[in-house]
């Protein structure tokens, strides 16, 4: 190269364009069926934004009748929501981060190219801001939407929700970025994926720190306060001040009551500029040693002769192939510790999930027997969101994880069916155990009588089984074979399908419930009969569907591999 030759010094917006093409051309592909899979995407779409926005302007509603704390009632709601939000935003950005900047197939070509650090820091923030952050969108849509219908926000207000929502996906990013460079920094790349089930930890335990400092089953109560004074004082007191969703709900509180407060937009700009010009800083020193670390090889250790020989034992009425299926599922979910090292996290959650259920105030004087078992029987539709939500991170990915040694399996004289079946039973039978205990000790804490004991938990077991058929089904039809890592996997098309469909199967079972629940609670409450045909009628056809929903998909898996070529 001559002195005078000019250095190529790609922008941003050229490194970004891959991603894009890509994207594009998946959406693009002449793939058979593809027009309608994204008219149904559309239509589940438009229904699950419509029931999001119906719950929230019905309460919005609700809260503008009230008399001088209405607003503060809704401000507060939007505060925890997105106290919430932003909770879920700096974990998921702290494991993206890892795959983005240290693990991604497009690193080795991009660190080696003649690319200005800043420029690939810039395009590295944003794929890792897209990835964590898309879901959060997309409930928020419908959230703010519901805010500026009931309070007039006017044709400016979604303006107003971008120019607030950019720097507060922006600071989680940032901070989550920053936190995975130093980690890895500290730990080498294929260690650090332990360590996030340690920051996994300890970001669910400052979650529920947080909301126990909060109290939120305290506005339920009012008559709990000395006066109305106190309560008054309580609304208007900041959830969380030092927080960007403090910020965010003060500028559109402020924008939504037609009042002046440029200071959360100050607060909020200038801390999601301060965090990208810090991580940009800590970018530029320490990423070219973090990247060196991340290239060295991961520590094979031969273990687990004792365990084996333990779970051969236990599996042996299997026969051989399927045992060794069932291993196989087993040592690829234990081998990949993004996998397993999730499962410390949802423990967290579940404890916090259950904790907050002996918070509810079911024991005032205008609870009766019929609510205090409408109640728990509502729970099994947050039991089924929270079931749906693991399947689609550990079922759904099963066959797709397979990746290209599929062809080696479908060279076996193996049949597909049991493949599919030890993917099914591997997933299933810990998520049954789960559900099982979610709703035992739920209704424990609850106090429910017997009738709805047993009906919550032969229901979420039926609820378990369907799930998990429909996981492993949508799984199957729109698998990801090419992917880079398993945690984009449920967010793929396949996903958002699933996740639809499982909210229509959880709606079906609780409708088709509902009556002889309500048909028998008010039996009781009244002392009457109550009648046993609607009883049968009803369970029986939520029975039929969950059995529906588990075999049918599994049986469409099945001649949709067999098509997969040799």
Same mark, same amino acid.
């Given at each position: 190269m001559t002195p005078d030759a000019k250095v190529p010094n790609p922008g941003l917006l050229h490194l970004l364009v891959p991603k894009y093409q890509t994207a594009r051309a998946r959406a693009l592909a002449g793939e058979r069926g593809r027009a309608a899979r994204w008219v149904l995407l559309g239509v589940?779409?438009?229904?699950?934004?419509?029931?999001?926005?119906?719950?929230?302007?019905?309460?919005?509603?609700?809260?503008?009748?009230?008399?001088?704390?209405?607003?503060?009632?809704?401000?507060?709601?939007?505060?925890?929501?997105?106290v919430g939000f932003f909770s879920i935003l700096l974990l998921s950005n702290v494991i993206t981060a890892l795959s983005s900047f240290f693990l991604a197939r497009d690193l080795d070509l991009l660190v080696a190219a003649p690319v200005d650090w800043l420029k690939l820091y810039g395009a590295k923030l944003f794929e890792t801001l897209v990835h964590s952050s898309w879901m959060v969108v997309l409930m928020a849509i419908p959230l703010f939407a519901a805010y500026g219908v009931v309070y007039g926000g006017g044709p400016f207000f979604p303006l107003i929700v971008i120019g607030l929502l950019v720097p507060f996906l922006t600071v989680p990013a940032a901070i989550g970025s920053a936190v995975t460079l130093l980690l890895v920094n500290i730990f080498p790349a294929r260690r650090t994926r332990d360590i996030l089930s340690v920051i996994a930890i300890l970001t669910a335990g400052g979650i529920v720190l947080l909301f126990r400092l909060v109290r939120p089953e305290r506005f339920a109560r009012p008559e709990g306060f000395r006066s109305l004074v106190d309560?008054?004082?309580?609304?208007?007191?900041?959830?969380?001040?030092?927080?960007?969703?403090?910020? #965010?709900?003060? +500028?559109?509180?402020? !924008?939504?009551? /037609?009042?002046?407060?440029?200071l959360p937009w100050y607060l909020l700009w200038s801390t999601a500029a301060?965090?990208? #010009?810090?991580? +940009?800083?800590?970018? !530029?020193?320490? /990423?070219?040693?973090?990247?060196?670390k991340a290239q060295e090889s991961a520590e094979r250790w031969a273990r687990g002769n004792r365990m084996r020989r333990i779970a051969e034992r236990m599996l042996a009425p299997l026969g051989v192939l399927r045992r060794e299926l069932v291993l196989k599922e087993l040592r690829l979910f234990f081998r990949d510790t993004t996998q397993w090292s999730q499962l410390l996290l949802l423990a967290v959650l579940v404890v916090v999930y259950v904790f907050n259920i002996k918070f509810l105030p079911l024991k005032g004087d205008g609870m009766t027997f019929f609510l205090r078992n409408v109640v728990p029987f509502l729970n099994l539709v947050l039991a089924g969101f929270v079931l749906a939500s693991i399947a689609a991170r550990f079922i759904f990915p099963g066959v797709s994880l397979e990746g290209r040694t599929l062809w080696l399996l479908r060279s076996s004289p193996m049949s597909v069916r049991d493949l599919l079946w030890s993917k099914f039973w591997v997933g299933t039978l810990p998520l049954l155990v789960l559900a099982l205990v979610i709703v035992g000790v739920t209704n424990y804490l609850l106090q429910v009588s017997t009738f709805m004991f047993l009906v919550s938990v032969v229901t979420i077991a039926a609820m378990t089984l369907a799930l998990a058929g429909l996981a492993l089904g949508f799984g199957t039809l729109f698998p990801q074979f090419e992917t880079e890592n398993a945690a984009?996997?449920?967010?793929?098309?396949?996903?958002?399908?699933?996740?639809?469909?499982?909210?229509?199967?959880?709606?079906?079972?609780?409708?088709?419930?509902?009556?002889?629940?309500?048909?028998?609670l008010s039996a009781r409450a009244f002392g009457s009969s109550s009648d046993v045909t609607e009883m049968v009628i009803g369970f029986g056809l939520a029975g039929l569907l969950c059995l529906a929903s588990t075999l049918v998909p599994i049986r469409i898996a099945s001649r949709r591999l067999q098509t997969i070529e040799r």
């Amino acid at each position: 190269m001559t002195p005078d030759a000019k250095v190529p010094n790609p922008g941003l917006l050229h490194l970004l364009v891959p991603k894009y093409q890509t994207a594009r051309a998946r959406a693009l592909a002449g793939e058979r069926g593809r027009a309608a899979r994204w008219v149904l995407l559309g239509v589940f779409g438009v229904l699950f934004w419509a029931f999001i926005f119906g719950v929230v302007y019905r309460l919005l509603k609700y809260f503008r009748g009230v008399q001088e704390i209405g607003p503060l009632l809704a401000g507060k709601l939007l505060g925890l929501i997105l106290v919430g939000f932003f909770s879920i935003l700096l974990l998921s950005n702290v494991i993206t981060a890892l795959s983005s900047f240290f693990l991604a197939r497009d690193l080795d070509l991009l660190v080696a190219a003649p690319v200005d650090w800043l420029k690939l820091y810039g395009a590295k923030l944003f794929e890792t801001l897209v990835h964590s952050s898309w879901m959060v969108v997309l409930m928020a849509i419908p959230l703010f939407a519901a805010y500026g219908v009931v309070y007039g926000g006017g044709p400016f207000f979604p303006l107003i929700v971008i120019g607030l929502l950019v720097p507060f996906l922006t600071v989680p990013a940032a901070i989550g970025s920053a936190v995975t460079l130093l980690l890895v920094n500290i730990f080498p790349a294929r260690r650090t994926r332990d360590i996030l089930s340690v920051i996994a930890i300890l970001t669910a335990g400052g979650i529920v720190l947080l909301f126990r400092l909060v109290r939120p089953e305290r506005f339920a109560r009012p008559e709990g306060f000395r006066s109305l004074v106190d309560f008054i004082t309580l609304l208007r007191t900041p959830t969380s001040p030092l927080l960007p969703s403090e910020w #965010v709900q003060r +500028a559109t509180m402020a !924008w939504l009551t /037609y009042k002046t407060d440029l200071l959360p937009w100050y607060l909020l700009w200038s801390t999601a500029a301060a965090a990208v #010009v810090l991580g +940009a800083l800590l970018h !530029w020193r320490l /990423y070219p040693q973090g990247f060196s670390k991340a290239q060295e090889s991961a520590e094979r250790w031969a273990r687990g002769n004792r365990m084996r020989r333990i779970a051969e034992r236990m599996l042996a009425p299997l026969g051989v192939l399927r045992r060794e299926l069932v291993l196989k599922e087993l040592r690829l979910f234990f081998r990949d510790t993004t996998q397993w090292s999730q499962l410390l996290l949802l423990a967290v959650l579940v404890v916090v999930y259950v904790f907050n259920i002996k918070f509810l105030p079911l024991k005032g004087d205008g609870m009766t027997f019929f609510l205090r078992n409408v109640v728990p029987f509502l729970n099994l539709v947050l039991a089924g969101f929270v079931l749906a939500s693991i399947a689609a991170r550990f079922i759904f990915p099963g066959v797709s994880l397979e990746g290209r040694t599929l062809w080696l399996l479908r060279s076996s004289p193996m049949s597909v069916r049991d493949l599919l079946w030890s993917k099914f039973w591997v997933g299933t039978l810990p998520l049954l155990v789960l559900a099982l205990v979610i709703v035992g000790v739920t209704n424990y804490l609850l106090q429910v009588s017997t009738f709805m004991f047993l009906v919550s938990v032969v229901t979420i077991a039926a609820m378990t089984l369907a799930l998990a058929g429909l996981a492993l089904g949508f799984g199957t039809l729109f698998p990801q074979f090419e992917t880079e890592n398993a945690a984009q996997i449920p967010t793929s098309f396949g996903g958002l399908l699933f996740m639809m469909a499982s909210i229509a199967v959880i709606g079906g079972v609780v409708v088709l419930e509902a009556r002889p629940v309500y048909g028998y609670l008010s039996a009781r409450a009244f002392g009457s009969s109550s009648d046993v045909t609607e009883m049968v009628i009803g369970f029986g056809l939520a029975g039929l569907l969950c059995l529906a929903s588990t075999l049918v998909p599994i049986r469409i898996a099945s001649r949709r591999l067999q098509t997969i070529e040799r």
